[in-house]
């Protein structure tokens, strides 16, 4: 089946510094991949929709200045995290529309910022 | 905005049956997702149903949709330990677009 591959898994970085996260999809096309964060025992929060060859949509209230998307192929798309702050850690995930129905999702990175 | 509701918790002891239940507020939702995500893991998507059908079953997992109600649910038949997890319904108007997520149901079963 349809394979998003998500890295790190985690990371722990210094206050300050950028963290770069990365999904492919392995198997597939991913026009659109979906960027989500999620607070510990809460759901996902969309942050935003990083389209191929083109700027991503970010969600209300997500900075995009702080949180940067690239999806420079079809097959990767990441996440770069930039001057992380503790309250920056979080559990981020991902996920790309896979076939006519559903999406696969990355096992997500977890992220702590010390 | 599109507001999609579980409750967050269901106790069940093994073997029984686990009916975990969601409401969505969007009426022009097409798409209708279960995933299932274990600790420290990304999510599994379990079964999905169109707008357009009452159930689907799967196996263990057999999905009730009443559209008029806005109300979905998924029922485990048999529910093992290893089925312990936080289940979450998910909406999205078109099979490309976004999706809204509840906030999850943790499903505990006992022995």
């Known amino acids: 089946g349809a394979v998003v591959s998500q890295h790190p898994s985690w990371v722990i970085c210094k206050s300050g510094t950028s963290v770069k996260i990365e999904c492919r999809s392995l198997d597939f096309q991913a026009t659109t991949m979906f960027w989500y964060r999620q607070f510990p025992k809460q759901s996902l929060m969309l942050m935003a929709t990083s389209n191929e060859g083109s700027k991503a949509t970010y969600e209300q209230g997500v900075e995009k200045d702080k949180f940067l998307i690239n999806h420079a192929s079809l097959t990767l798309s990441t996440l770069t995290v930039t001057s992380a702050h503790p309250e920056d850690s979080s559990f981020y995930i991902c996920?790309?529309?896979?076939?006519?129905?559903?999406?696969?999702f990355g096992s997500g990175t977890r992220l702590t910022v010390v | 905005g599109e507001d999609v509701e579980q409750s967050l918790f269901l106790s069940v002891r093994e073997g029984d049956s686990s009916v975990i239940n969601c409401t969505y507020t969007?009426?022009?939702?097409?798409?209708l997702y279960w995933y299932k995500q274990e600790p420290g893991a990304g999510l599994q998507l379990l079964t999905y149903?169109?707008?357009?059908?009452d159930m689907k079953q799967d196996q263990r997992l057999t999905v009730l949709l009443n559209k008029k109600d806005k109300h979905l649910s998924l029922r485990i038949a048999d529910t093992q330990t290893g089925d312990s997890a936080i289940y979450f319904c998910?909406?999205?108007?078109?099979?490309?677009?976004?999706?809204?997520f509840g906030d999850g149901t943790t499903l505990t079963v006992k022995p």
């Open positions: 149903i169109f707008s357009n059908m």
């Open positions: 969007d009426s022009s939702s097409t798409y």
């Open positions: 996920s790309a529309r896979a076939g006519a129905l559903g999406y696969t």
């Open positions: 998910a909406e999205s108007v078109t099979n490309a677009g976004k999706s809204t």
